[in-house]
Every structure is written in structure tokens, then in C-alpha cells.
């Protein structure tokens, strides 16, 4: 049977949570046996919906390796705080049943001391594991590495390696098995094979026969988003990390990649929305770290778009003799702004996915221009057929000379659309190029730097336009 | 050792061309057993870096599984062109060799009568697998799932299910074996246990000792997305589908799942850009269909942009008598649009993650209007000073009552910016609740939202501050 569907709006733990804790008052030992079947993701929910203070009365009702498995699932900062309040050595039975992937993510979540005291704890061959990972830096290949995985000598027979599988197996290792890679007397990785594969593999042959010796692997110093591309690209459920000398130090596993891609997802949209990434969940950050988030950019942005005060000034006259050029100021920058906002997005999401790299500049500055040209041509005939109909239905008065006023609203369009695209679309090749994250080129920013332009194409083309007549 | 890392300008396919071409020429028999180690990413990226006329050669010196495993990880437009430039016998004995789900997509990507055309030369058994997926939609679990996975009768020893295991994977099917999956007399989904599971377990055990009896799976008719939940949230490598009478239909492989949660990302990148989802690959969309993605929103901005024609003219008089009021216009309106567009993003983001659901949106109101209050009255300060420093430098002349404009302002930034952090902040849950795609809440979409409304706080507040002095 499935289990129930968990409902948007009431997640399965909330749904549970009541059952546990009267359970935990009335029966803690009956827990374990009471939620055996349940997913540790499931038995996580129930944790983050029951108080605080609770969740290390349900951590103290499972096996510790039940208990691990929660805290792997478990909201980090919750986690953090649940550790923290607990013994060290308690904390440390704990984080001892993790994989040693986790454990070295969830000792760099606490405090400084925290995390010793509670190293201090773990036993002797686990703390070096840990220390080891720990070294890395978590944004790399070998910050997201686990040290459990199955290797076997390429010297092997099939038969051999299968029995070394399930000795594995079954020594109570705990990251999934999906492949066994091969490696030679120094460590260096030289094949590989799936589980499946080596099932499906005659006894008796050697293993280097029904391996693959072209192995796709990252180093362990490269960026995590490589790692993420190589197995999205290859459709990996796992990558094997390897040190500059080729030996096998670890594997990323499928599901760690799954969160750097939504990480980096949330990051490139708060990216988008003009500001720094949050890098913590919405409801839980602080107010002053999402002011400092926000601000930052919304400053920096506020101060180039104070060029906009500067450039108007200079066609103050201009406005003071032809109010009516004022009124559509808003209507021609904003085109502007939007259209290179849909530019940027585009550029930027095609970058991330590697469809348009540095050296294509050229082909897309060349697709943006007859683009905006278009679009800026559809929204300048409507500007202009908009001023015609309002003048002639008597909704507005834009001055004896409304044709020529509408000329060059449409014709200003025109020229801020094409402006906008093409600038919206080069920025994020400028940025890479500088060095910048590409995704810093945010809508707003885009927005920013065609405002400031857009008045000027506005008031030189009315200037054009008008000038001895309203001007 | 580690194959040569693709550099991003130059991708292995690049690289490898060249010689591949050469072979393709010279000894079009050694092509096969050249590239036997090769992964068929990689052979994939080749055949998108030679001409296309080409292709068809390269796959022909292939062995079709081979060839049919290049398929699966090329380009789809190239894929179509391809398998359409050949004969249907020719492309039927590649895509027969594919995986059922992969079989499948690559006759939805097909002309209606090619894919047809190829469907009648497909042994019958596959054609009828094929045409039992293609009649999902390709959007729901169903139309993501592939057939072949392993499942076997609640009623087996571990070692009967181990030796089905070892069959089946000698059976030459393609679908990667991550679990397998218990079923009762009726085909109802009743366990599952991971291969490594299997491995350790006992051999004389009945398998449903060792197996989990909660299953997480998903309807057949489930949206993508919820798959993609799904997915991460477990963090499992496949996912069962089971149909309304919770029979197990087919499996969703984590591959697959991660290019749903790509292709969801560049959706929602997009339309927050302001715009439609383009669907294709930026270089690779028609111009027509890109005017028409882009075109749509930004007209319908616009024409929603041009109440700001109407709202100013309605201050027009003011305007006229205090022209200084014109100039900061585009720096007040930007800032509330850039505040909205960053409370937006970030309310997008966390409800595709699910952080904050529908009813969450007072918590979150609660939240952006402090927020608001406080970025706001940082513009609004900066600003006060921008115009009494440009004033006593003599950079500017904001008239003798230049200390009055400053303190309006820098009012009007307090609420206007507060206006946009509000408004961008609950307009996804608006959309939200009527039914419409919370991410369609687009940063030009909450700029036109709040620039009319700006405008018409920026002159009250105005006019208040100014009556009887400058207007």
C-alpha cells in the first residue's frame, strides 16, 4: 500500500506528530517498534512539527542508527540546536552512526567547541575519517564526498569482488551501494562497474573484463557545480572523487547532488531578484542578516539609479518647455528595463546550463538586436496608436503637436527596447568575463543601467523630433 | 586513470571529432571497437560536433545498443532530424534498443507519421510497452516512468529473489537496478529493499523479513514536480509508480528526475525574468517563437505600464509648477519595483521548496513590512542627503524650497519601497490562490505594479509636504 499522501498544507509530520508524543509520555519504549517501518525522512517531519525540547526525548527512543538516520533528514539549524543541548558524549553516539559525509557537515554546523568536544568523543578510526573530510572545503567535490563506498583491486575475479560486495553489504556500512570501482596496488582509480553489472557477470571472469576502464570522475578540489554538471550530463547516480595523483578518495552520491542543484537554483533566483543569496531558509533567517541581504544591492542599485536625477536635470528646460515629454518617461524606461530583465534571464539560465558559452557573445548580441527590434517596434506602434486614441477621444491632451509627441514616444521605444535587450543579454557575458558570477546580473540591475540610458534615448530622439517646435 | 576534463570551450565532443570523422572515412569497421570504452555522453557530445549529415554514418558503425545509448544522451532536435532522415527500418532497430521511457520520448519529439512509421516496424511486445507510456502525459510520473525494473512475488526467499535479480540483469535490459520492488497476487506494491539490502540479507530469509513495508511511491497521473519532490526529499535514487489500484506501473529514475528539476528551474528563471518559458534551447528557438515568448508579457506590461501615462497626468499641473518633482521620479518608482522584485523572488523560491505554503502569507506580510519600513528608510535618508549635498555643492538646483523636496523624498522612498516589498512579497500567493503559477510573479510584473502606484505616493505625499509653497 502507499502511505498516505502527505497534503501540502498538513506535511505528514504534522499529521504524526500528535501519536509520537503521546506515545513518548506514555510508552517511550514502544517507539522504536512503533515507527520501525517508518521512512527517517517521515520520522524527520515528526521532529520539526514537535517542540524543540522533545525531539531529543524521540532521539533517545530509537537505536542510534535509527536516531542518525533522522538526524541526516533533520532541518540543520534544528539539528544544530538539538546537538548542542545534548551531552557530548551523547551527541557523539549519535553523529558516530552517521555516514561520514554527513558527519562532517553536521560537526561543521555547531559551534566551534561544540564540535570538539563532541570529536573528542567519536571513536578513534571514525574521528580521523572525519577530520579528513572535514579538511575540505564543503564547496568541493571533496566536501560533499563520503569515504563509504566499495572498491575492489583490478586484480579480482568477478566471484571475488561479488563476496566482497556483501561482505560490505553486510558490514553494516550505510551509504547505498550503486557501483564498485576497481584500483590498482597504489590506489589509483581504474575502473568501474555497476552493481548490476557485476551481477549479471560470469563467476569466473576477472573484473577488469566487465569493468569499464574510461571512468568519469571529478577531482576533489573541483567546485561542487562541477560535480553537479558531470552527473546531470552522464546521468550518474554516483560520481568517484579522485586526488591529483588519480587515487580514489571518495564518492558523491545522486542525493547530495539533488541538493547543490536546489541550493544553487535558490541562490541564482534570489541572485535574479537583485540580491545577495540568502543562504538560509525565508521563515527562519534573522532580521538583520535579511535587511544586510536585501539593502546591500538595494543601495548599491538605489545609487546608480540616482544618475537618472542627474540626467533628467540636464533636460530640465526640456520638461519645463514640453510637460507633456515627462508624462512617459516611466512607460519608455520600464520597456526598456523589462525587456533586457527577459534577456538577462535568458542569458543567464542558458550559461548555467552550458547551452551558450563566453565565446558565443556574438551569435547572441546578433539574435538580440533583430529581436528587440521587433519587440520594441510592436510596443512603439502601440505607444504611439495609445497617444492618437487618447488625444482624439479627448482622454488627455498632449498638446497641439500630439503626432509628432507620439512619433517620438514610438521611435524612443524602439531604440530602448533594442537597448535594453542587448544589454541585458551582454551583461552576464561581461560579468563572467570580469569574473563576477553571471548571475549577478540581476532584473534590477539590468533595470538600472537601462533607466539611465533609456532618458537619454528619450530625450535626444524628442529633441530630434521636436525641436523648434515644442522645444 | 581520469579522462581528459572537458574544458568549457572546448567540450570533449570538440575535441574528438575530428579523429572520429577521420575513422568514419578511413575504417569505418574500427569505429566500433575505438570508441568501445568511450562513455556515450561523450560519444553523444561527438555526434553534436560533427555535421549532421554525419551522424547517421557514426551510429551505423555503432552496435545498435550502443548506438541507442548515444541517442538517449543527444540533443533532442538533432535526435528528431536524425532519426527522420532515415529509413523507419533503420531508426525502428535503434529505437528498439532504447529504454521503454526513453523510447517513448523520442517518439513524442518525431513528426506524428514518422513516429508511427517507426512504431509498426518495433517488435510487438515493445511497441505495445511504448504505446501503454505514450499515453501519459509527459508531464506526470507516468510520462517520466520506464517499465523495466525489477520486481518479484512478497512470497520469495532471498534467495530466489537474489538468483531473479541475477536473471533479470543478464537479461540484457538497460534500466539501471537500484531496488527491487515486492508485489502481491494482484501486482500491488507491497515492499521494497535496495540491492544492497538484498546483498547483506540472509539467503534463506523470506524476503519480506528484509524488505520495508512503507513504500514511498507516487500516483501514475502525479505532476512532475511532486515526482521531483518526491525525489529530493526521500533522497532516493528511483521512485515507484503505482496506479489507482496501488499496482506497480513502472519506475522514475533519479536521471530523469534531475532534468525535470533543471527544466523546472529554467521555467521559473524565465518567467521571472518576465516572461513565457521558452521551451528550447536559446540558440536553438525560432525567431518567431521567441518573439512570441517574450512578446506576449512584455505587451502585456506595457499596456499595464501605461497607467502611468494616465496616473501622472493626472499630476500634470504639479508637474508644471514644480518641475523639480519630475526628476526623481525614475529613482523613487525603480526603488519600489527593485524591493518588490527581491521580496518576490524570494517568496518564489520558497514556495518551490516548499518553506512557506498558501497559509503562511500573513507571517510573511509581517515580515516585509518592517523589512520594508527599515530598507526604506535607508533610501529615503540617503536620498534626503543626495539632494541637500548636490543643493549646498551648487551640483544642482532643487529651488529655495530644496529642504522640502528632499523630506518628501525621502518619505515618499519609505513607502513606496515598504509598498514594494509588500505587494512583491504577496502577489505569489495571490497567483498562488487563483489557481495560477506562483512563479509567474515576475520581477517586471511586480516593477508595473508598484511604479503606478509610486507614483501616485510619490505626488500625495507631495502635496502634502508642498501645498502652499511649491504647488
Known sequence: MTPPQPKEERPLGTLLAPDILALLDEAPGSVATETEEMHPADLAD??????????????????ADRAADVLEYLDEERRARVLEAMSSAQAARLVTEMTPDERADVLDELEAETAEDILAEIPAEARRETERLRAYDPDTAGGLMTTEYVSVPDTMSVAAALAGVRAAARGGRK?????????????????????RELL????????????????????????????????????????????????????????????VI????????????GM??????????????????????????????????????????EIDRAIVLALFIPLIISSGGNSGSQATSLIIRAMALREVGLRDWWRVARREVPTGLVLGAILGTIGFARILAWQSLGWADYTEHYMRVAVAVGAALVGVVTFGSLTGSMLPFALRRLGFDPASASAPFVATLVDVTGIAIYFTVAAILLRGVLL
Chains 1, 2 share one sequence.
Do not use: C, H
Open 46 to 63: 515528526v521532529a520539526e512539527a514537535i517542540p524543540e525540547e522533545r525531539v531529543a526525548d524521540l532521539l533517545r527512543a530509537l537505536p
Open 175 to 195: 551509504e547505498a551501494m550503486y557501483a564498485v570501482y576497481l584500483t590498482d596496488e597504489r590506489g589509483r582509480l581504474r575502473g568501474v562497474l555497476s552493481l
Open 200 to 259: 549479471a557477470a560470469p563467476d569466473g571472469a576477472p573484473v577488469t573484463d566487465v569493468a569499464w576502464s574510461e571512468v568519469v570522475s571529478v577531482l576533489d578540489v573541483a567546485d561542487r557545480e562541477e560535480v553537479a554538471r558531470v552527473t546531470a550530463n552522464y546521468g550518474l547516480v554516483a560520481v568517484p572523487v579522485v586526488d591529483a595523483l588519480g587515487r580514489l578518495v571518495g564518492v558523491v552520491t545522486v542525493d547530495d547532488v539533488i541538493d
Open 262 to 273: 536546489q541550493e544553487e537554483q535558490t541562490e541564482d533566483v534570489q541572485k535574479l531578484g
Open 276 to 317: 545577495e543569496a540568502l543562504d538560509e531558509p525565508y521563515m527562519q533567517i534573522g532580521f538583520g542578516a535579511m535587511i544586510r541581504k536585501r539593502g546591500v544591492w538595494l543601495l548599491v542599485l538605489f545609487i546608480g539609479e540616482m544618475a537618472t536625477a542627474s540626467v533628467m536635470g540636464k533636460f530640465e528646460s
